[in-house]
């Protein structure tokens, strides 16, 4: 994992198309802004650990009902590594969340 240190106002670019900056720190919290492409799923990570354990289970459930053949090689058969489901809510699509507002040059 890398850690870098970031002060108000500062970010950081990932694969030259994602743009992390630090908006506010205020006590032990930071608000932080996204610019990232269209094509990309953004989530936070408790709603993507529940994504991907539906889509786990879901896994399990279909190998339980029969639906993969048995004595089928299931190790190709892998849950997804990214969620099925769609991002939940205007803040994981890049957008501020309901009841915030973008941040202008004169704020």
């Known amino acids: ?15 030259n198309a ?3 900056r630090v908006v506010e720190l205020k006590g032990k919290s930071v608000k932080l802004g996204f610019t990232f492409p269209s094509d990309a799923t953004v989530l936070r990570e408790e709603v993507f650990l529940q ?11 279909s190998a339980v009902a029969g639906v993969l053949r048995p004595g089928a090689d299931q190790s190709a058969q892998t849950p997804p590594q990214t ?4 991002p939940i809510g205007a803040a994981d699509q890049g957008q501020p969340a309901s009841g915030s507002r973008q941040r202008t040059d004169d704020d």
């Open 1 to 15: 994992m890398l850690y870098l240190t970031r002060r108000p106002g500062e970010a950081v670019i990932i694969n």
């Open 18 to 20: 994602i743009e992390v």
């Open 51 to 61: 994504i991907k354990a539906e889509n786990e289970a879901a896994v399990a459930a």
């Open 83 to 86: 969620p099925a489901r769609s």
